[in-house]
């Protein structure tokens, strides 16, 4: 009776020693959190800026806060709007720009899609992933800013903070530690006959009155104009006239 106790007892003793070695080989893969390849990131500006700031080391994404507050007036920043058409009804116009693969929706010439960070899923999404992935809040997207053909590149980091179905309204802001603080918005309107009225609202400032005052707004409605006629060869598909006013 005591050999058989003691035969179990070696048994569990060992059984107990198997699962704490288990449990330590797991323990890595829980405490690293989410991992970003920055190696998988094709611009160096965007790479040089999220090692700086250590959001490759960071186990929790939604340690990254938007610039843009709920107590900030909008009359404390600088404005610029755009309007742009399509000739598709408001429903059919919100649902592809809401339901558009983010992967292709910032990527032309000017404007380069370089990583995305889900909040939601505390998950990192390169260029090379090849799943599709629409946009949604607590998206955090960083881009490369082509100026003067390349000559000068410029990284931008934004999160998607509001999507808006009843007011048809789309709003991201600058995360912080951004070279300009704001948000942008893009709203739809039924503009008749089937046709969609498309808003496009940017509210920013810095610590540079040059910034802002000369450079931001020459190539910001370069960077939007091109970021609307993107999503116009994407509509093309669907053979959706586009229209742009400037």
């Known amino acids: 009776m005591n050999l058989r ?13 198997l699962l704490m070695i288990f449990g330590f080989c797991l323990l890595p893969s829980f405490s690293q959190g989410p991992r970003i390849n920055v190696e998988d990131i094709p611009q160096r500006k965007i790479r040089n800026y999220i090692v700086s700031r250590s959001i490759d080391k960071m186990d929790d994404f939604s340690s990254i806060h938007a610039s843009w507050k709920k107590d900030i007036h909008e009359s404390d920043f600088n404005i610029i709007e755009k309007t742009f058409f399509l000739n598709y009804n408001l429903s059919d116009s919100w649902e592809f720009y809401r339901h558009a693969n983010t992967l292709k929706m910032w990527n032309g010439k000017s404007v380069r899609f370089g990583l995305l960070l889900s909040k ?3 998950s990192a999404i390169s260029i090379n992933n090849s799943s599709f992935h629409e946009i949604d809040t607590g998206d955090v997207y960083f881009l490369n800013l082509k100026l003067f053909k390349g000559l000068f590149n410029v ?10 179905s009843k007011q048809r309204i789309m ?15 893009i709203q739809f309107f039924d503009n008749g ?3 969609t009225k498309i808003v496009h609202r940017s509210y920013f400032k810095s610590d540079s009155n040059i910034r802002d005052k000369l450079f931001y707004p020459y190539f910001h409605k370069k960077f939007i104009n091109e970021f609307h006629r ?15 006013i400037n």
């Open 230 to 244: 993107n999503m116009c060869k994407l509509i093309k598909n669907r053979n959706l006239p586009f229209t742009i």
């Open 5 to 17: 106790i003691t035969r179990e007892c070696r048994i569990n003793f060992k059984l107990i020693i």
């Open 120 to 122: 939601c899923t505390n």
């Open 171 to 185: 709003e991201f802001s600058y995360i912080d530690n951004n070279k300009s603080l704001g948000k942008q918005s």
């Open 155 to 164: 990284e931008v980091a934004f999160e998607i903070t509001n999507i808006d």
């Open 193 to 195: 006959s089937g046709k």
